[in-house]
């Protein structure tokens, strides 16, 4: 198999020197940066030794509780929905009819409660244990996280909502929305994020705009926690499109977007905490 792949790799550079001529590797930030967060036999047992050190209930309780917070900031209670029923819908059923939605109901207000829906069932604190050896305990949320270190940020942008428009930073230990912006950005997120002429972004609710803080993990994963934050991202995104869908709104990721202009827009630094993931959503047209 191995020296398929060889033979394979030699064919290429003998021809052209394409992607996987060594000189175009070097030139490939992405492959660069895989090769070199690859694990060898050496390389894991030595991070081996800095995961270890997190198998320490102490460690483990203050690490996975990173709650950023604006102390300041006006805050809307979300918790407040907790008692409502949770809509039943088909799993199966959701997963297999999402699809992006890209045009959305004209004037439609997202209401606080399908917010609460939203961020509840991806990334708000559901499940509290209490670990034996210390005082307090270990907050789960409904995504995979690696090492349990949660190391996502979530940002609402809202265009068009019941809440008023404006930015909120989401809690998820106290299901708050802390409001850090107080007024409509459209017109500048328009500027800096690509949506036209494929998305009507005016027509849209808002963006949930994802950001990761790598130390959080790098801590213990070491250079593989880049893969490990993007993976983690990956869970959130899928969970608030299924979510989403199964709930009558409709969602699009958006992949082009000046980075540095986003993270100024929320306030965050773009290097220790940077803008990685934004989903646009709005009222499915389609009236599902
Ligand atoms: C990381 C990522 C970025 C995307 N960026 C955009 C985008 O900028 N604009 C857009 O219209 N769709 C975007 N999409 C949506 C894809 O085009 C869409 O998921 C794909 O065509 C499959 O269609 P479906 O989601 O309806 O099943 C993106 C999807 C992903 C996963």
């Given at each position: 198999?191995?020296?398929?792949?060889?033979?394979?790799?030699?064919?290429?550079?003998?021809?052209?020197?394409?992607?996987?001529?060594?000189?175009n590797?070097?030139?490939?930030?992405?492959?660069?940066?895989?090769?070199?967060s690859?694990?060898?036999?050496?390389?894991?047992?030595?991070?081996?030794e800095?995961?270890?050190?997190f198998y320490?209930p102490?460690?483990t309780?203050?690490?996975?509780?990173?709650?950023?917070h604006?102390?300041?900031?006006?805050?809307?209670?979300?918790?407040?929905?907790?008692?409502?029923?949770?809509?039943?819908?088909?799993?199966?059923?959701t997963?297999?009819?999402?699809r992006?939605?890209?045009?959305?109901?004209?004037?439609?207000?997202?209401s606080?409660?399908?917010?609460?829906?939203?961020?509840?069932?991806?990334?708000?604190?559901t499940n509290?244990v209490?670990m034996?050896?210390?005082?307090?305990?270990?907050?789960?949320?409904?995504?995979?996280?690696?090492?349990?270190?949660?190391?996502?940020?979530?940002?609402?942008?809202?265009?068009?909502?019941?809440?008023?428009?404006?930015i909120?930073?989401?809690?998820p230990?106290?299901?708050?929305?802390?409001k850090?912006?107080?007024?409509?950005?459209?017109?500048?997120f328009?500027?800096?994020?690509?949506?036209?002429?494929?998305?009507?972004?005016?027509?849209a609710?808002?963006?949930?705009?994802v950001?990761?803080l790598y130390?959080?993990?790098?801590?213990?994963?070491?250079e593989r926690?880049?893969?490990?934050?993007?993976h983690e991202?990956?869970?959130?995104?899928?969970?608030?499109?299924?979510?989403?869908?199964?709930i009558?709104?409709?969602?699009?990721?958006?992949?082009?977007?000046?980075?540095?202009k986003?993270?100024?827009?929320?306030?965050?630094?773009?290097?220790?905490?940077?803008?990685?993931?934004?989903?646009i959503?709005?009222?499915n047209k389609?009236?599902?």
């Open positions: 198999m191995i020296s398929k792949i060889n033979e394979t790799k030699a064919f290429f550079d003998s021809i052209d020197e394409g992607l996987y001529g060594k000189k590797v070097k030139d490939a930030l992405a492959l660069v940066y895989h090769e070199n690859k694990f060898n036999v050496y390389s894991q047992r030595k991070q081996g800095k995961i270890g050190v320490n102490y460690i309780e203050r690490c996975s509780q990173p709650f950023k604006y102390p300041n900031a006006e805050k809307i209670d979300l918790k407040v929905y907790d008692d409502l029923p949770t809509p039943q819908k088909d799993l199966f059923g997963i297999l009819n999402r992006s939605v890209r045009d959305y109901k004209p004037d439609y207000k997202v606080e409660r399908e917010l609460h829906i939203m961020l509840k069932h991806s990334y708000a604190v509290r209490k034996d050896e210390v005082d307090g305990h270990v907050g789960f949320r409904p995504i995979p996280s690696p090492g349990g270190l949660y190391s996502l940020e979530m940002y609402l942008v809202l265009f068009n909502s019941q809440t008023g428009p404006g909120f930073h989401f809690r230990d106290e299901m708050t929305l802390e850090i912006y107080d007024g409509d950005t459209l017109s500048q328009k500027e800096i994020v690509t949506t036209e002429p494929y998305i009507n972004i005016n027509t609710c808002g963006m949930v705009l950001t990761g130390e959080r993990l790098s801590i213990k994963y070491g926690a880049y893969r490990f934050m993007i991202s990956g869970f959130l995104a899928q969970n608030l499109s299924l979510i989403m869908e199964a009558g709104l409709g969602s699009c990721m958006v992949g082009g977007y000046i980075d540095d986003v993270n100024e827009m929320i306030g965050v630094d773009g290097v220790f905490e940077t803008c990685h993931n934004i989903l959503f709005g009222k389609m009236g599902k």
